[in-house]
């Protein structure tokens, strides 16, 4: 199987890292509207979480990109 170029993984990433930065900021926002502010670790630790689960989350359901996919 060839890799993929570097414009087709862009391609297939788009729009999960789209989703992926629209969870992280809405996640950020109720959370400051509910809860209150933050300090900064615990919101990059909010965003690590997202950043690191959201790919797992997207294979369990079937959406990931094939570049995401484990050989």
């Not at 890292?17 to 900064?40: N, P, R």
């Not at 979480?49 to 959406?63: D, E, S, T």
Request: no cysteine; charged share 10%.
């Amino acid at each position: 199987m060839a890799m993929p170029s570097t414009a087709e993984k862009v391609r297939q990433l788009a729009p999960h890292w789209g989703v992926m930065f629209a969870v992280m900021f809405v996640t950020l926002a109720l959370i400051e509207t509910f809860i209150g502010s933050l300090a900064f670790w615990q919101s990059l630790l909010i965003v690590f979480v997202i950043a690191f689960g959201y790919p797992v989350v997207a294979r369990a359901l079937g959406v990931a990109p094939e570049v995401w996919q484990r050989p």
